[in-house]
Every structure is written in C-alpha cells, then in structure tokens.
C-alpha cells in the first residue's frame, strides 16, 4: 500500500480499477462456462470450462475461489437469465389465463433451450442453495399474482400463498419428468395441458368461495 | 478358513450365522438411528447415534461402511415405513375422493410426526438416490391409480402419468412448505385443501373428455 502511495496513484482508485476488471472478466468466465455446460452436460469438467473461456485452467482460479465458487457463479448467472425472461409477463396486464400460458410457455422454452444448464442447476439443490432461491423468486412472483386475485376471490392468505407455492410444485415435478422422457408431449401441448391443471384449480377456488373468476378479466394488484 | 474346517463347523453355516447376525445389528442400529434423528433433527451427530444405539461409536462402523452407508440404511428404513403407511390404502377399494383424501391425510400424519426424519431423508437428494426412489415408487402407485380411471376417462396415458407426476410435485411442495411455516393451516384443513386441489384437476380432465368421474363410484384397476 504504501508502494502504491508513493507513486501517487491513489489505493482505492487502483483498487476499484481491478475490481471492475475482475467483475468483468468474471462475467466472461461465467458466460465461457455456460457454453461449456450447454455443449458438454452438467458434468462439464473445469477443463472444458477453461478452453472455452480460452485461458489456461489456473487463469479461472484467480477469479474463482474454487470449483464451487465458479460453480454458484454459474447457477446465479442462470437464475438471472431465466428471471429475466419471465419478467415482463408479470407486469404485462395479461388476462389470467393468457398469464399463465404465458409463464408456463416462457418457462418450458427456456428449460428446453437450456436443458444442460438447468441440470446443472438442479445439481446445485442443497449445496449452494441458488436453485432454492430461484425458485422462491419464482414462488414470490407467483403468490403476487394470486394475491391480486385473493380479494376478488376472497380465499384467505395462507391459502393461496400454500396455493402458489404448490402449483410451482406441480410445474417442475411435470417438467422435470418431460425433460427426463419427452416422448409423447411436444412443447405446446404440455403448455396448454400445465394451463388446464392450473386454471381447473384456480377457478375451483374461486367458485367455492362464490365467484368466478373471468379467464379475460384483469385483474390490476392493489387495485 | 483351514482352522474352521478343521474344528468341523462348515464354512457357510457360520459365514450365514454371522451375516444373520450382522443384519440383525444393523437394523437394531438403524432403528437407534432414526430415533437419535427423531430427537437430534437431520444433522444428528454419529455421536449421538451410537448413544442411542447404546454402543461405542467404532462399533457401530463394524455393522456400515461409513457415514454414507449408515445414512443410506436409515434413508432406505424411513422410505420403507413411509410406502408401509400408504400400502393398505392402494388396495382399499376407495372411492376416488376417498382415495385421494387417504393418501394426502396419511402422508401427511407420517411426515408430521416423522418431521425430523423426513427433513433428514430429503438431504439424500442427489447423492445415494433414496429420496429419489422413494418418490418414483410413489409417483408409481399414483399413476396406478389414475391408470385405473384413464380407460374410462379416454385420455391418453402419457397425459395421465404427467399428471401423476405433477400431483406428487404438488403436494410434496406444498407440504414441504407447511412444515417449514406451519402457520395458517392445521393438518385437516391443509388435507381437504389438497384434495380439492386435486380433485380439479381430475374431474376438469374427465369432463373435457366428456366424462363425469363419480367420486364416490369405486373404479377396480383393469376393469
């Protein structure tokens, strides 16, 4: 430090200099190590990982505090690009049943482009706990939308926040199962099918506590 | 072995005595085991177990190869208990919504008072399997079940065992929810949620088929 004063260049200057070439050679790392699991499998050696950021192996480490640091990286990365896909939906002021068409539709096209990497993702439940975050993301965007039907429909709260967490449960068994066997759905169908399963429970809900909720009526939160 | 022959006890009649006995040990273990999970919670120390096993821990490593194979064995007890619970209901003859409420309220009695043991269960996802196959051997039976209604009902099968798949992820999520907050929901209230969960789903599936399931009307699998 005192080197660094002594040549007039102020410590901190110098110091947010290579943190940001450190975040940004990061990203490109992250962003080489997501080709890799996408072309190699979710058993993507740090080999493969390193030729396709093109440097040698060590050169990751020193961005890298290990495998499992690369690793959470990698999954944070995937998280947000799945997050951001889904994103604009949620603030679209679709109709229900166009918004989840919509959400399920994105979600499988987004698994189904990225299969390798979700795999890589899901391998990650239990350790680092980014997948579990992800998907509580996914649960809080969920349990917005019902909340904003919940007075309409008058259910109480920790009923449709049980309901929301569920029907994401019910999406990811069914999905996990397709990418594990897909013979027989194509894409579309399975959409519309999650699509019927979701909304026959929806609207049960609603009828039991005396309503019926329009499939082409928005429904603004708050409002 | 010489020496054993030579004082005329046959080899494998003490080699079964001994793996009599050692299957014996173990499962007396993995009973002490469970219990210490019981009390302990899922990170249960090895300590622990060999107190409640009420033996000196390296003894307990004479019975398992290690920390993983004694967690495998309590792993593969939890799941068998938990599939010995639900077994009489498959072969009940229940009427559909009977059916349905049975295996929700029981699963959700043994993993109530299992809560430790489940939580300690699901931590093997991903590494010996366990978790993973008992949740295939259930998703089997469910998909049994709904077998049984699908000639009935016309549509396709690959729709059906998605469905029974979803249905798993549906309740399992949502239980796994309730237990981390059990607020809001009591046990029957959270059954008679699911059912009704469920039971949209599979009635708006028969009834686009143009079929109207009676859920009080047994259906015999392959009749």
Same mark, same amino acid.
């Given at each position: 430090?005192?080197?660094?004063?002594?040549?007039?260049?102020?410590?901190?200057?110098?110091?947010?200099?290579?943190?940001?070439?450190?975040?940004?050679?990061?990203?490109?790392?992250?962003?080489?190590?997501?080709?890799?699991?996408?072309?190699?499998?979710?058993?993507?050696?740090?080999?493969?990982?390193?030729?396709?950021?093109?440097?040698?192996?060590? =050169?990751?480490?020193?961005?890298?505090?290990? =495998?499992?640091?690369?690793?959470?990286?990698?999954?944070?990365? !995937?998280?947000?690009?799945?997050?951001?896909?889904?994103?604009?939906?949620?603030?679209?002021?679709?109709?229900?049943?166009?918004?989840?068409?919509?959400?399920?539709?994105?979600?499988?096209?987004?698994?189904?482009?990225?299969?390798?990497?979700?795999?890589?993702?899901?391998?990650?439940?239990?350790?680092?706990?980014?997948?579990?975050?992800?998907?509580?993301?996914?649960?809080?965007?969920?349990?917005?939308?019902?909340?904003?039907?919940?007075?309409?429909?008058?259910?109480? !709260?920790?009923?449709?926040?049980?309901?929301?967490?569920?029907?994401?449960?019910?999406?990811?068994?069914?999905?996990?199962?397709?990418?594990?066997?897909?013979?027989?759905?194509?894409?579309?169908?399975?959409?519309?099918?999650?699509?019927?399963?979701?909304?026959?429970?929806?609207?049960?809900?609603?009828?039991?506590?005396?309503?019926?909720?329009?499939?082409?009526?928005?429904?603004?939160?708050?409002?």
């Amino acid at each position: 430090m005192a080197r660094v004063k002594s040549i007039g260049a102020p410590a901190d200057g110098r110091s947010t200099r290579w943190a940001q070439h450190r975040e940004r050679r990061r990203a490109e790392f992250v962003d080489a190590a997501m080709r890799a699991v996408e072309q190699h499998g979710p058993d993507v050696l740090t080999e493969q990982i390193a030729t396709a950021a093109g440097v040698p192996r060590p =050169k990751l480490y020193r961005y890298f505090d290990g =495998k499992a640091d690369l690793h959470r990286a990698v999954a944070e990365r !995937a998280v947000e690009l799945f997050d951001a896909e889904l994103e604009p939906l949620w603030h679209a002021g679709l109709p229900p049943v166009e918004l989840v068409r919509g959400v399920v539709g994105r979600s499988l096209d987004w698994i189904g482009e990225h299969a390798n990497l979700y795999r890589y993702l899901q391998r990650d439940v239990g350790s680092t706990g980014v997948y579990d975050r992800g998907r509580s993301a996914l649960r809080s965007q969920v349990i917005n939308v019902v909340t904003a039907y919940r007075d309409a429909i008058g259910a109480p !709260a920790y009923r449709t926040d049980a309901l929301a967490v569920g029907l994401v449960g019910l999406v990811e068994a069914t999905v996990d199962q397709w990418l594990a066997d897909p013979s027989g759905f194509g894409r579309d169908e399975l959409t519309e099918e999650l699509v019927r399963w979701i909304w026959a429970i929806l609207s049960d809900l609603a009828q039991r506590h005396g309503v019926r909720i329009d499939p082409e009526q928005v429904v603004i939160a708050g409002s």
